[in-house]
């Protein structure tokens, strides 16, 4: 996987991406911003199609789509983790290792493979802070860069203007996409089978041992 020169060759590694199997499709340079008219719904594996948009974006980020390329990305940033999202992203890096790129801003991507019967959203369920999970759209790949300006700047704790790349560490080649960990598949569906606005009546009964416990 070509990493990084001064300007990135994303046309190249886009092809390869294609080569993977993984739908692909240009983003806007230097943004997250998709430039075809559907986004990432217009990803493709066709390299007449890719080669075509290219030839149009020469300098375009790669957007993936996760379904189609039959992947899911937790999505770490740092900036927002607390104890129990650095315990998590330290127990994936030891127990559960999988293809990972390094965010322009020194987050993560672990990228697993999607389990096959699980519909899942990009709602992060119940993991813990600063990780969230992208399943149903799209990440940006290496060597695709990251121009990060006013509060997105802010928010990432960088200065305005900062660019960054993603980066492979370890690539697909040298690591397939490994399986989803149960325990985090398990994260992901808790809260899609309890939406959030019943919670509190959940967390009331269960407390309760009054009209509740008497049917």
């Known amino acids: 996987w070509p990493q990084m020169t001064k300007k990135p060759d994303t046309r190249k590694a886009a092809l390869k991406y294609a080569e993977y199997n993984w739908h ?3 983003v806007a340079y230097g943004t997250k911003r998709p430039l075809t008219e559907h986004g990432y719904k217009d ?20 957007g993936l789509a ?17 104890d129990q999202s650095r315990a998590l992203v330290a127990c994936l890096l030891e127990e559960y290792p999988t293809a990972m790129q390094v965010t322009p801003t020194e987050g993560n991507h672990f990228v697993y493979m999607l389990p096959p019967d699980a519909t899942l959203s990009n709602s992060p369920g119940v993991l813990p ?6 399943a149903n759209g ?10 990060y300006r006013g509060k997105e ?5 960088v200065e305005d203007g900062f660019t960054g790349r993603y980066r492979w ?8 996409p490994q399986p989803l960990p149960d325990h985090v598949l398990a994260m992901l569906k808790a809260k899609q089978e309890r939406p959030i606005t019943a919670l509190p009546t959940v967390i009331v009964h269960t407390n309760g ?3 509740n416990g008497h049917h």
């Open 24 to 26: 692909v499709f240009p």
């Open 43 to 62: 990803a493709s594996t066709n390299p007449d199609v890719i080669a075509a948009w290219w030839r149009q974006w020469p300098d375009a980020n790669i």
């Open 66 to 82: 996760c379904v189609p390329s039959g992947v899911l990305a937790l999505d770490g940033d740092p900036t927002r983790y607390d």
């Open 129 to 134: 802070p600063g990780i969230d999970v992208r």
């Open 138 to 147: 799209y990440i940006l790949l290496s060597p695709s860069v990251v121009i």
């Open 153 to 157: 700047a802010e928010d990432k704790g």
């Open 169 to 176: 560490e370890p690539s697909p080649l040298e690591m397939p």
């Open 209 to 211: 041992n009054g009209a």
